[in-house]
């Protein structure tokens, strides 16, 4: 097999978040590692090496306080890269979370005139977005949430969390953008607990909304799986939803602090159902990458494991494919009783009527297997490339 | 303080399931190490120790497969013991787990006879629950998840799930019942990854419903901190979305197997928080203990571990009143900017006109301290009792 | 690349526990979903697909409580499924965990009479893994832990330990057998927490014995991942103190509970790096194989299972040795500098006196990459098969 | 009970880091929020609320790279400080880790020239240490660990590592000081691995050192935590082994980032059984604190949870001896047969032999209860203060 297959094209939709390869390694143990990089560096050597769009937050293009001829130099600049290589803002994102004021969040801090300040900032970049063509504006709320339990009234947390996305989708509404707004969830880190989690309670938010169309979500692989969930089981949920809006793929180890490795680092079984769920479930949103080039890396190994997640992801649904077209699986599922679920348990016309008093051979039922370990087997060989 | 006043009374609604302390000890590495607890005896037993009610598993009062005349003369013996003591029946739920034809889980089972007969089995204990008087039915899908990626199709899972409470919902409504469903998330354990793994899960799947008014949520402490999820966050949200509509109180120590302590047992500073949870958000269901008398005690150890977990409620509920109380603690509050949350973002009658070029002094707002280590410390020392 | 290449010889040392693919399924939720499997079953099925050798609780091969007559008829059994199979009895190790006696441990249980009982019932199975020519004894403390702070008093509990191998050590040399003994470390499940939690725990305590030449380590996979850490790193630090004396492979997501899922399964990279570890540090010892096939599984999953832990292996280790054979890993091992590492940091003849005053140019230091991500991306393209 | 009861005095020896309460709150997500502490104010700051010592790293005193005239007139304003107040330097250490150069870790950096001006930066701050009167000398190996498996030859770093040492020892030899070197385990972050993740491992690792004697531990609550282990059962290993030279308390929510929450925040349960450790096991050495104000923190907040670190410390050490001096303790110790653990296993002048065929009544010592629920209430109901 030619290694050649695995090149992206503009039709993959890679994109790439300008604070990924642009992230200089402060960590809380350790100062910067590498130089700021404008966004037009970013945009020409990403779409050197084959990506299709970009996504921002406003002080990725321009610092936070920057005079109105530093910010339209920036924008300028960032423009001018854009265009000149055609890469796509496909999302853009809002800076809440580093500068002192929003130590205690944005949309949910506890002083007032932060969450004004907040929600003013978003607005102004909304507008820069939707100048830019984007069609999503991802929002995770960095530091909405508490290490205490009394400094946070997590009912009010949420009264406010949602007057912010009504007032937001009302902007969007009258300003006539095509923008819809995707949520990412995350359950802590930088602060002890933070507000929707998970995929899960992020999902059930958006109901309460006055606007709930326009608001879906942007799961994270590695803030999903930092609460041990499995993430191609969260965003197959979100897809049943009408809600996987766009999605962050990068790499983590469990359980620990959040990793942000490259796609297909990380859990790499876990990677392969991934890319499964996203060609199953018919998602056709860009296949976003939100990782950190690790801080033990120059400039090189940023471009080095920026390429690999996206060659990361062409292997992966290579393997996915064949995996799906394969008679010998086709076989195992049904063997596995898998497509069976696909049918309704009750028939056409059946009521609960027709199954109140359904008695069948339970003892032979208990002992049916369900041939699960040959499937697996089957989709293991196929990550490892011996099928 | 005399600690006569952690005596509980009914009117404290504490309530026990019979598999509870009728648990034998059976684990992966070991028998068991008590004798089975007739459900009479359980009944009896707890309410001389001060519960309110009791909670049932179909199979805790009756074994699976039971004659009809065995399970009619198990549950006039359950019926008796109630009437004697005075015990409420406030919830029941259906074992779809224990039974080898469960092995791949009861609503989304591949096994399209496996899931009829858990409906079948779910409707006939409905009747049985209404007849006793419970208005909430659990269901903990015990078993509907998987080991491996393609073993489940996720999407159909939902479905067949929906299609399960869609069915109940109905049968519940023909029947004229006044029962209201109570989903029990849990994220792994017995299966790999289990369905509807938070309580954010739940509460957004209940949204598809065709009877979402009928279908609430049941979390569980140990379930939801198996994720890492701040449990008391967790049902703050459900009581925002008006879905929570029992409880499962129980210790846990993180990311680990399910270990069911007794309540307060585990994350002593969590069950604080849950207490408050519930006294501020106005739960008025049952308080509800699913917790197992850990494998090395006897008889007697069953009973003292569940007099405590009573015990461990009222005292924290009195620490939990004391602290809110406490006008130092409403000063901190204040300082806190805690109940500045509750004021809306947009002040009456304004639009995001009115903020949209909202400009206030950054470097200010940066410089603000939150003060929520001295409010918390004013918690903690209410959790030892030291103020 | 033909997949015949992975088929299991006896060279390759493969060994199952016959609790693995004789384990019934009970589990904390539900019954057994398989017979029980007589150890002599279980010896010709694992001949057939090629194992090497097997582990044997006592248990496993005649119940606690048998009558001489019915221990003579089981060993009998099993000795001649041995000899007309020619699988050897690579381990033992004895069942101190799922009678009720067991209930708060066995070496360091509380009741002095269970400890004694334990040494007993050890002394009695080794000489039955002597004569059957096992080499190495295997000693998981499956109840020695508790769960709460006062139940145990740790430091007796570790002289306890102590005791317990210095008897237990004695009894070896003073009985003339070949046999050492392998600490297997486990942090928590089925107690709250267990003693000697991790490799490095017991590792530490073997210093303290009475005959630490004869006692080493039996670390698990998913054991150690179950407390988040690296299992490659755990048995490189074990080999480099001369201890990796036994291992047992098998498969786990993370902090969660005991997953024991086959070999290859669970976390796919660092099973990858498990295998380097063995054969950079040359362990030589049995491959063994400690997993449970799902409950979902009948007796056909059962060996479908067992066979795919083998042939997992034996596909990672032909991964292993491309990667390390491969010129182009050669020079990115070169370029990360991981080579240096093996250079002394004083150069022969230097003591502190040589350095004590170095002062390199540190910014020129600080700016150099360390070229990791290159190098695992082209390790993890191995796992892919596409290199 | 008064609360005055809980005013720290020197006699408590109670020490911080310079760099907890002088952390500015840069994480990976955010800026500086508090302004640069010089060492002066710090330990002037400390003594006022009832401090006894401070440990310091290097770069906590003069910057990194500061010019010698700067590094004098910084040591000399904290030498002031330390003379006015009458603080004690307890402990120092070496930063290792802020700097690029460090970016591979310190003594096992894969850079040769890393590892040698590691050793010689620990050198010179040893001399500084001596002078400043300092006992022990903490080593966290920051970032000696690795995201990758390729990355690291562990083996190789062990070899490293244990060289380092040796030459530190060495070094503290011949220069005549009366220090001892403490090693801070931790599993992960900043690295994805580190080297010597948990106690269990470091203590491990001192054995094969040439001076065993010079070197032991210094454990984190939040580092042992991180890895779901119990702090008070490795402390205590730790004190088993002769090796618990430093501890370093604070308050974590397990496996996730590392939190550094004020000791007693977090795991309020595991805080009780932490202090009861440290007094059973004779523990003498500075109680330090490793923690880290919350980013929501101005100044005034620094203090407060600096000045509780302490308090909680004395309100849980109160309860510990109060729950070690109750009769009716005493009691469910006994009925626990907790106390029986301390009689060896054999009786004076038994061998194996007179166990080896030791029959009792197994059933009777199956039927018995541990009484461990009782036992572990009345523990509860001191942390909570109602006894």
């Given at each position: 097999m030619s290694t050649d297959t695995y090149v992206p094209t503009r039709e993959d939709h890679f994109s790439f978040g300008l604070w990924t390869v642009g992230w200089q390694g402060v960590d809380v143990f350790g100062t910067a590692?590498?130089?700021?990089m404008p966004a037009e560096r970013a945009v020409r050597k990403l779409a050197g090496i084959g990506a299709y769009g970009v996504n921002f937050h406003d002080n990725d293009?321009?610092?936070f306080g920057a005079s109105e001829a530093e910010r339209d130099k920036r924008i300028k600049a960032f423009r001018l890269a854009l265009e000149e290589t055609g890469l796509v803002v496909t999302t853009?994102?809002?800076n809440l979370f580093s500068h002192p004021m929003f130590r205690d969040g944005g949309f949910t801090a506890n002083d007032r005139d932060v969450r004004r300040f907040a929600l003013a900032?978003?607005?102004r970049n909304l507008d820069l977005a939707a100048e830019l063509g984007a069609k999503i504006y991802v929002c995770w709320g960095g530091r909405d949430g508490a290490e205490s339990g009394a400094a946070k009234d997590v009912r009010a947390a949420l009264d406010r969390c949602k007057e912010a996305y009504d007032i937001l989708c009302?902007?969007?509404i009258d300003q006539g953008y095509s923008l819809r707004f995707a949520l990412e969830p995350k359950p802590n880190e930088p602060r002890g607990d933070i507000l929707l989690p998970t995929a899960g309670h992020a999902l059930a938010f958006i109901t309460e909304l006055a606007h709930p169309e326009l608001v879906g979500l942007n799961p994270e692989v590695g803030h999903e799986e930092m609460s041990g969930l499995n993430y191609a089981h969260g965003i197959t949920q979100a897809l049943w939803h009408?809600?996987?809006f766009h999605i962050d793929l990068n790499g983590q180890h469990g359980p620990r602090y959040d990793q942000d490795l490259r796609f297909g680092a990380g859990n790499a079984r876990g990677a392969f159902w991934v890319v499964d769920a996203l060609e199953a479930g018919g998602y056709d949103g860009p296949v976003h990458f939100d990782y950190k080039p690790p801080r033990t890396e120059d400039d090189a190994g940023v471009w080095a494991s920026a390429a690999a997640c996206m060659r990361n992801y062409l292997i992966l649904r290579d393997k996915v494919r064949a995996f799906r077209a394969d008679p010998e699986v086709a076989e195992a599922l049904r063997a596995a009783r898998v497509t069976?679920?696909?049918?309704?348990?009750l028939a056409d016309g059946e009521t609960w009527r027709d199954i109140r008093g359904f008695s069948p051979d339970t003892a032979a039922l208990g002992e049916r297997g369900m041939a699960f370990e040959h499937l697996d087997q089957l989709a293991l060989e196929y990550l490892y490339?011996?099928?």
């Open positions: 590692i590498r130089p700021p293009v321009f610092d853009a994102t809002t900032k978003v607005m009302q902007y969007v009408g809600k996987l069976d679920l696909s049918l309704p348990t490339g011996v099928r």
